[in-house]
């Protein structure tokens, strides 16, 4: 059984700053990648920011110079620091990880989203 718990989404004027935070527990071998996406309403998912085990990142267009993602391996734990936020930014944020269980087959898990709300 693996687990994706999300924190750090709330409502902030914009300008503002937030971090959020997901942990990863349970029957974990290895993660390869983590990141997050987010869905606007009446909108598809769409990447936010990945991060491989080794550091390599890739961020969409939209958020480059203000969102900022990092990983600690130690606590299986991914953060997205997310600044200059724009009304734009308004979504429900998703966490991503594709986790290898010890003795089964890796497997793409999400977490259950946070709402962050950008007001103008």
């Known amino acids: 059984q693996v687990q994706l718990v999300e924190s750090g989404g709330g409502l902030v004027q914009a300008g503002g700053s937030l971090r959020l935070s997901c942990a990863a527990s349970?029957?974990?071998?290895?993660?390869?990648?983590m990141g997050w996406y987010r869905q606007a309403p009446g909108k598809q998912r769409e990447l936010v920011a990945t991060?491989?085990?080794?550091?390599?990142?890739n961020y969409a267009d939209s958020v480059k110079g203000r969102f900022t993602i990092s990983r600690d391996n130690a606590k299986n734990t991914v953060y997205l620091q997310m600044n200059s936020l724009k009304p734009e930014d308004t979504a429900v944020y998703y966490c991503?990880?594709?986790?290898?269980?010890?003795?089964?087959?890796?497997?793409?898990?999400w977490g259950q989203g946070t709402q962050v709300t950008v007001s103008s």
């Open positions: 991503k990880a594709q986790i290898t269980p010890f003795q089964a087959i890796g497997y793409a898990y």
């Open positions: 991060i491989t085990s080794g550091g390599s990142t």
């Open positions: 349970g029957n974990i071998f290895s993660i390869y990648e």
